[in-house]
């Protein structure tokens, strides 16, 4: 599934209270860094990705609605 929103604000910009916004209107589970620090997994797909292997975006954002903050900010585009 695609993602409804993409936030493409840098972090520590209220990319936090953002996250919050957005799930509690119904955008959610959205994705932010902490959520990539809490998950051994996501932790390595994002490190490859800096690396220049890109994940498959559908799989990087399974079951997430929405993303803001680090590492969605570097990769908006793609």
């Known amino acids: 599934m695609a993602l409804y ?3 493409a ?3 520590r ?3 936090y209270s953002l ?3 957005l ?3 119904g955008f959610g589970p ?3 860094m902490a959520d990539v620090h809490a998950n051994p997994e996501q932790k390595a797909l994002w490190r490859a990705a800096g690396q220049g292997q890109l994940p498959t975006w559908d799989a990087a954002y399974a079951g997430y ?3 803001v903050d680090w590492p969605t ?3 908006w585009r793609e």
């Open 65 to 67: 609605l929405s993303a």
């Open 73 to 75: 900010a570097h990769f």
């Open 13 to 15: 910009t209220g990319t």
């Open 23 to 25: 799930e509690h209107l």
């Open 30 to 32: 959205c994705h932010h």
């Open 5 to 7: 929103v993409i936030g």
């Open 19 to 21: 996250k919050l916004a």
């Open 9 to 11: 604000g840098m972090g």
